[in-house]
């Protein structure tokens, strides 16, 4: 069984930054593909970024040149550096992994006001 755990996210200013943690728990071999994700409020999920098994990365164009993700493979664990936050950001943002299935984290809200 897997389990995602993750942290990071909270109330900042326009502007700000923050950096979410997701680390993966169970059974996990190799190099999954890591990802975050989003929900804002009244709106579907979408992709922020992605990180591929060969380290191939992606970015939602709306995110792109602010946010960053990156991963430490030994402790299966993924982040999400966002920076130049504005009130568009305001959402949940859920971890995903991927190994020989989809598993998802139970989300961190994340909130840009003022």
């Known amino acids: 069984q897997v389990q995602l755990v993750e942290s990071g996210g909270g109330l900042v200013q326009p502007g700000g930054s923050l950096r979410l943690s997701c680390t993966a728990s169970g059974s996990i071999f190799g190099i999954p593909f890591m990802g975050w994700y989003r929900q804002g409020p009244g709106k579907q999920r979408e992709l922020v970024a992605h990180?591929?098994?060969?380290?191939?990365?992606n970015y939602a164009e709306s995110v792109r040149g602010r946010f960053t993700i990156s991963r430490d493979i030994a402790k299966k664990t993924v982040y999400l550096q966002m920076n130049s936050l504005t009130p568009e950001d305001t959402a949940v943002y859920y971890c995903?992994?991927?190994?020989?299935?989809?598993?998802w984290g139970q989300g961190t809200q994340v909130t840009v006001s003022s």
């Open positions: 995903k992994v991927v190994a020989t299935m989809a598993y």
């Open positions: 990180i591929t098994t060969g380290g191939s990365i």
